[in-house]
């Protein structure tokens, strides 16, 4: 399919009411308001075509730039391709939804996300925290360092409080998904979460959110979900 037509085919899938919500929470025009779910017969019909991808991502629009990541291929694209995408993510929706999910399902991720975790860049050290969330979620335990994640738990600890707003949530998210998919860590992950506490965190525009690690591994090992791993990152 080419990029026209694409763009002409999510045009016609946009509802106002769906565009209200996704500039709400950051997106910016253009965009045209359309739900993931109506975009599942494309994802069928196309699958993967980088090159399409990367033309959709391109224009800007918030609803072609989600599109790209569903239909992207992660193992072809370098660091410099994720680099290119991180900068052009305006907001969270994209940094951690689209850019860090496609690389989530790469072979540089670890890689990646190391070095955007250390850039001081907000939505940058938001995806790459997130990405290593959508990675414990989903690959096995032997694939990941004991010790890299404990410390980073601890710089999570250290840190978090200082952090800007969507970072605090990344973070918050990190330690609370090793308390969960990452059950070498569980006990560790508990106490972490017990020892940084709750925490407000500003919202533009919106009334304080609260975050709390603790409370959210607590749920899930109510519902005896200590260790899931999804089976896909990406819809």
């Known amino acids: 399919m080419k990029l026209d037509t694409m763009m002409q ?27 993931t779910g109506s975009m599942k017969p494309y994802v069928k019909q196309i699958k993967i075509n980088q090159e399409l991808a990367e033309q959709l991502y391109a224009t800007g629009n918030y ?3 989600y599109f790209a990541g569903v239909i992207a291929d992660p193992k072809a694209m370098t660091e410099e391709d994720y680099d290119r995408w991180i900068e052009q993510a305006y907001f969270y929706m994209i940094s951690d939804y689209v850019v860090a999910v496609t690389l989530a399902e790469s072979d540089i991720a670890q890689e990646v996300s190391d070095k955007w ?8 050290m938001s995806a790459g925290w997130h990405c290593y969330c959508w990675l414990l979620g989903n690959r096995k335990d032997e694939e990941f360092s004991k010790e890299k994640l404990l410390g980073m738990l601890e710089y999570v600890k250290q840190n978090i409080r200082q952090a800007p707003p969507r970072t605090q949530v990344a973070m918050n998210n990190f330690v609370m998904t090793v308390g969960v998919s990452f059950k070498p860590l569980h006990e560790e992950a508990v106490q972490f979460a017990k ?12 009334k304080p959110g609260l975050l709390h690690a603790f409370a ?12 899931f791993k999804r089976k896909y990152v990406r819809c």
């Open 63 to 65: 609803d072609a730039m």
């Open 195 to 206: 020892e940084i506490g709750p925490i407000e965190t500003k919202r533009e525009g919106k």
């Open 9 to 35: 085919e999510l045009e016609a899938l946009g509802k106002e009411r769906t565009k209200k919500i996704y500039m709400s929470n950051g997106a910016k025009e253009p965009l045209f308001g359309v739900t």
């Open 117 to 124: 975790i250390a850039s001081g860049e907000e939505l940058k």
């Open 216 to 227: 959210e591994i607590e749920k899930q090992v109510e519902k005896g979900r200590i260790g």
